[in-house]
């Protein structure tokens, strides 16, 4: 689950899980979009994935990233049935 994990800003700083949910309930009612998006990529025989969270506010510029990294140490046969693993966790 999300709670598991570690949650990190842009710069790299820890969020709490607690403060996250909160930060999203605060900037959708004032207006900001959430978008979320995953990548991954091998690199030296480890999958390492990805999840962001964007709140963006359309016509202001401002915007908050937050994201969460995994990584397997084996590679799966496919990336795919990594992102349905990791998805169907959330």
């Known amino acids: 689950m999300l709670k598991e994990n570690v949650i990190r800003n842009f710069d790299s700083g820890i ?3 607690s403060e996250f949910i909160d ?3 605060k900037s959708t009612q004032k207006g900001y979009d959430v978008f ?3 990548d991954s990529q091998v690199i030296k025989m480890k ?3 990805v999840t962001c969270v964007c709140l963006y506010k359309i016509g202001t ?3 908050q990233i937050f994201y969460v ?3 397997m140490k ?3 046969k496919s990336v795919l049935l990594f992102h349905i693993i990791i998805l169907l966790k959330y």
């Open 15 to 17: 969020v709490e899980y």
């Open 74 to 76: 084996k590679i799966l």
């Open 69 to 71: 990294k995994n990584c």
């Open 23 to 25: 930060q999203i309930k």
């Open 47 to 49: 999958l390492s994935i």
């Open 36 to 38: 979320i998006g995953t």
């Open 61 to 63: 510029g401002k915007s």
